[in-house]
């Protein structure tokens, strides 16, 4: 991909709030999670949430160290393995009560709803997106 | 006055002149968009859109099987990208290595892979295939476009001439609102002192240009050894230098090969820690001819705001000749230079001349003086392009028309690719491909590049009512058809 920064903003909002939130109403009740569906729910959502507002902060972080690269871009793989960083610290964020309604989420149910939804995102970023949106790839990811 | 001189006269609402890709694709989203055959006549020499390109790849060292530079999303037959050709690729294996490794790839690009680049053959057929769907025949005119001129009552009239018997006049008029121009290179140029050698001397067999015919220098090659002397540091030498190279590992050549560099890279390039190329053993190394971004990222944002000398200067930049680090090529030259029938050179060539055993002698002006390189085949592969008058048609509209240069001294178009200047009326002429380089959008003369004017250009006329907004719903219903291969 070859984001711009408004792009990358963009899009990582936009994807979370469908397909991320598509993925966490599948996935949760499928969660092993000791709770009624409701709380899953809660804490799902409070983990969705948590993904998008700090991803503003790493986004900012990820269009600085795109510009040490040449071509101003942003390989396919990065957008994969920067799962572990963000994933590492929403969970954290969660360990530490600061993510509302996920109190007490257990660990393996965090791993398979943030896997989910992030790969999710990942692959229809990586492709499905230019269906709708002819012009997404050509404005740095902007939908605006 | 046309009716009077005998010309007939045809109306339609948009020509596009050229009927190579660039026309293409323009015309794959204008029928995309809505547009009827009926409002679209392509004006074209050749009978398909790949003719001329296919021609230029197989001289330039890439036969049906090989892969060419453009990436997995490049799609000239698919304007939205999905699924791209990588996917594509993985679909149609037939083992699961198969299906996976160009998964992997496009996944793993540029870090753990070289880029993922789609097989030309592909390409061609899925071209056909989008051709057929869009009814592209039904909108072709043969002949040679002669001019483009602007009517007196708006719009344009374009004049060509069909070939021999296949009309009753010599010359025909077409009659639009709007035209487009995609006439690809206006002419290939060969080095000064490569050309005066072949005027000279008459000698076309042992000098040649990559972008021509020259098979008969790698027959010969095989059949007796010989030193060949090549001429340029882009993509096209790369895969010149991967022929000569593959012959003497699978035909047992014992070719000699001086590699000739006018600038010597040795190393990442670039005014700052921000802008910095990959480079080594002479190469510049980038994926694409441009840096990536200019497709879709900053670059591209950033060089729509530039004018004039800052446009020239982050041309500069990021221009350059270059080709892309490909593992096997780094491999094969390393092998070459350690076993010595790898050999570069850096210097200016000051002259040409036959030498003895018919050979010919490459007299070259290096730091440490004069040096004299006989050898039995000069290749050039530096791919120098004409100046954009050496086209009749882009010489008559700089003329008569109002056309322009930009900073680069091709064709001026705006950010819509209208060609500044020239506009009739409500009719509007935009041009797309190498004819522009140097305008607000830098990547013109690839895939993507042309898909990119296309889409440009093809809101550009909607938003004259020219075809309807190709909005979220069309695109989606229409990508749908595109996947199930009905017509739009």
Not at chain 2, 182 to 186: A, K, L, N
Not at chain 2, 437 to 444: C, E, T
């Given at each position: 991909m070859v984001p711009t920064l408004a792009g990358r903003l963009q899009t990582r909002l936009f994807l979370l709030a469908t397909v991320g939130v598509v993925l966490t109403v599948l996935v949760t009740p499928l969660?092993?999670?000791?709770?009624p569906l409701g709380t899953a729910y809660r804490a799902s959502f409070g983990v969705l949430f948590a993904v998008a507002l700090l991803g503003l902060g790493w986004e900012l972080a990820y269009h600085g160290l795109q510009q040490f690269r040449w071509e101003k871009d942003w390989p396919t793989m990065f957008g994969l393995l920067t799962a572990l960083n963000e994933g590492l610290l929403v969970w954290l964020a969660v360990r530490a009560d600061a993510v509302p309604g996920a109190a007490g989420l257990a660990g393996s149910a965090f791993v398979i709803h943030f896997g989910v939804v992030w790969v999710g995102v990942w692959l229809c970023a990586n492709g499905p997106m230019r269906v709708p949106f002819l012009r997404w790839r050509f404005h740095g990811g902007r939908l605006l | 006055m046309l009716a009077e001189a005998g010309i007939p006269v045809h109306d339609t609402s948009l020509v596009t002149v050229g009927g190579g890709i660039g026309s293409f694709v323009l015309v794959d989203y204008l029928r995309i968009a809505g547009a009827p055959t009926s409002a679209i006549r392509v004006l074209s020499n050749i009978d398909h859109p790949w003719q001329t390109y296919r021609y230029l790849t197989r001289v330039s060292q890439i036969p049906d099987h090989e892969r060419i530079r453009s990436d997995s999303g490049s799609t000239p037959d698919n304007i939205w990208a999905f699924p791209s050709y990588a996917v594509r690729e993985a679909f149609a294996a037939r083992s699961l290595r198969g299906f996976l490794a160009p998964l992997w790839q496009v996944a793993t690009e540029p870090v753990l892979s070289d880029y993922f680049t789609p097989r030309i053959g592909a390409v061609f057929e899925s071209m056909a295939r989008e051709a057929d769907r869009i009814s592209y025949r039904e909108m072709l005119v043969s002949g040679q476009v002669r001019m483009v001129r602007r009517r007196a009552g708006g719009g344009y009239l374009t004049i060509i001439t069909p070939p021999k018997g296949h009309a009753p006049t010599r010359r025909v008029a077409f009659r639009s609102q709007h035209v487009h121009l995609?006439?690809?290179?206006?002419g290939l140029k060969f080095l000064p002192d490569l050309q005066e050698y072949r005027s000279r001397y008459g000698d076309v067999r042992r000098v040649v240009n990559a972008y021509e015919p020259h098979e008969h220098v790698y027959d010969e090659l095989i059949r007796r050894p010989a030193t060949v002397v090549v001429h340029g540091a882009g993509i096209v030498a790369s895969r010149i230098l991967d022929r000569l190279i593959t012959d003497r590992d699978r035909h047992q050549a014992g070719t000699h090969i001086v590699h000739l560099f006018r600038t010597y890279v040795r190393g990442s390039h670039g005014p700052s820690v921000f802008m910095r190329r990959r480079g080594g053993d002479g190469w510049a190394y980038q994926g694409f001819n441009y840096p990536k971004s200019v497709w879709g990222g900053q670059l591209k944002a950033r060089m729509r705001t530039l004018e004039g000398d800052e446009r020239k200067a982050l041309y500069d930049t990021i221009g350059g000749t270059n080709t892309p680090r490909r593992r096997r090529w780094q491999a094969q030259l390393a092998r070459g230079r350690h076993e010595g029938w790898y050999v570069t050179r850096v210097g200016e060539v000051e002259r040409l001349a036959p030498g003895t055993d018919g050979t010919v002698v490459t007299r070259v002006r290096t730091a440490d003086g004069m040096l004299e390189i006989p050898a039995a085949y000069v290749i050039d592969a530096t791919g120098l392009v004409a100046d954009i008058r050496e086209h009749r048609v882009l010489a008559d509209l700089l003329d008569h028309s109002g056309a322009g240069h930009n900073p680069l001294g091709r064709l001026d178009v705006e950010r819509t690719f209208e060609v500044r200047g020239t506009r009739s009326g409500p009719g509007r002429l935009y041009a797309s491909g190498a004819?522009?380089?140097?305008?607000?959008?830098?990547?013109?003369?690839?895939f993507l590049g042309l898909q990119i004017a296309a889409q440009e250009i093809c809101d550009d006329l909607a938003s004259q009512g020219f075809v309807p907004h190709l909005g979220v719903a069309r695109s989606v219903s229409q990508w749908a058809r595109w996947m199930r291969n009905q017509p739009v």
């Open positions: 969660l092993p999670v000791d709770a | 995609g006439v690809g290179y206006p004819a522009t380089l140097g305008g607000y959008f830098p990547g013109v003369d690839t």
